[in-house]
Every structure is written in structure tokens, then in C-alpha cells.
């Protein structure tokens, strides 16, 4: 059982980023799927989710507006669209998959080893 995270990279600020996390042995539909971040000496924040019965989409309030979560079944693979990028958003993102959702990261029970974003002013 394994997600991996990739897409990460440096950009500019005011650019995009497709993150992707794709599963081994998990099929993502049937699991909460969640997106953190953790900035260099800071903890880990929740930043999006996308509930596994209802499809419910969420985000924090520091990226609304400017990412999307989406999934391609298919692929098994759920992305974070991340668009109008800050120097901010500079992170070290990880995907998560639980059998529920929530902005806690304890409550997820599948963590990817996580991408690195670098947005420079």
C-alpha cells in the first residue's frame, strides 16, 4: 500500500503547479483523500480535502479560490491544481488517505513521502 506524491518543482510567483498522488494497493475512490503542506519550520497545515461518500470538496482559507482538488478515477491518481502561486505556498506537500475526512492529519491512515514546492517572488 503506497501513495506517491509528485509535480512539485520551483516556479515564479504567479504560476501553476499540478501536483499529482497516485495509489498502489489503495484504490483512491473509496478513500478521503486529503492534501497538506509543511513550510520549513513550521507544522503541518491541511489544505484541501475531497470526502469519499459525497465527493465534498474543501480548502483552506490561504488557498481558496486558487487551488482545485480533482481525481481521475481511471488513473487512480487525485490531483491539487495549484494556480496564482505565492512565495507563501512554498511547502513541502503531502497527499493523505483516510476513511474519513478531515482538516486533522491524524485522522488519515496513508500518507505519500510528499513533493516539494518552491514559489520565488
Known amino acids: 500500500v503506497q501513495l506517491q506524491a509528485s509535480g512539485g518543482g520551483l516556479v515564479q510567483g504567479g504560476e501553476s503547479l499540478r501536483l499529482s498522488c497516485s495509489g498502489s494497493?489503495?484504490?483512491?475512490?473509496?478513500?478521503?483523500m486529503g492534501w497538506f503542506r509543511q513550510a520549513p519550520g513550521k507544522e503541518r497545515e491541511w489544505v484541501s480535502y475531497?470526502?469519499?461518500?459525497?465527493?465534498?470538496?474543501d480548502y483552506a482559507d490561504s488557498v481558496m479560490g486558487r487551488f482545485t482538488i480533482s481525481e481521475d478515477v481511471a488513473e487512480n491518481t487525485v490531483y491539487l491544481q495549484m494556480n496564482s502561486l505565492k512565495p507563501e505556498d512554498t511547502a513541502v506537500y503531502y497527499c493523505?488517505?483516510?476513511?474519513?475526512?478531515?482538516?486533522?492529519?491524524?485522522?488519515?491512515?496513508?500518507w505519500g513521502q510528499g513533493t516539494l514546492v518552491t514559489v520565488s517572488s
Open positions: 494497493g489503495l484504490t483512491l475512490e473509496g478513500f478521503g
Open positions: 475531497r470526502g469519499s461518500r459525497d465527493g465534498t470538496r
Open positions: 493523505a488517505a483516510g476513511y474519513s475526512v478531515s482538516m486533522g492529519p491524524r485522522e488519515y491512515d496513508y
